[in-house]
């Protein structure tokens, strides 16, 4: 079992900035694929940006040159920090684990709210 623990969501004005953290524990000895998905009301559940172990990242398309995902220096955690941010970014953004064996798992997400 692997445990995701999400952080740093919450209200920004137009323009501001946020920067999400996320750390697993447990079996992560098999992790591979660190990363974010993102659920506005209404709406489903959409890829943000993920890294693997290499360093490779992958950003929905739209977001790329606003966010960046990277790892941080703790073992386990990764962030996503968010520039320029949009009315229309605002979801509850989950962290994500993949894992060899294709083992998936979720944190309980937050919510990022981000005001006109």
């Known amino acids: 079992q692997v445990q995701l623990v999400e952080s740093g969501g919450g209200l920004v004005q137009s323009g501001g900035s946020l920067r999400l953290s996320c750390a697993a524990s447990g079996r992560t000895f098999s992790l591979y694929v660190m990363g974010w998905y993102r659920q506005a009301p209404g709406k489903e559940r959409e890829l943000v940006a993920t890294i693997n172990l290499g360093g490779t990242t992958n950003y929905l398309d739209s977001l790329k040159g606003r966010f960046t995902i990277s790892r941080g220096d703790i073992k386990d955690t990764w962030y996503l920090q968010m520039n320029s941010l949009k009315p229309e970014d605002t979801a509850v953004y989950y962290c994500?684990?993949?894992?060899?064996?294709?083992?998936?798992?979720w944190g309980q997400g937050t919510q990022v709210t981000v005001s006109a």
């Open positions: 994500y684990a993949w894992l060899y064996g294709n083992l998936v798992y």
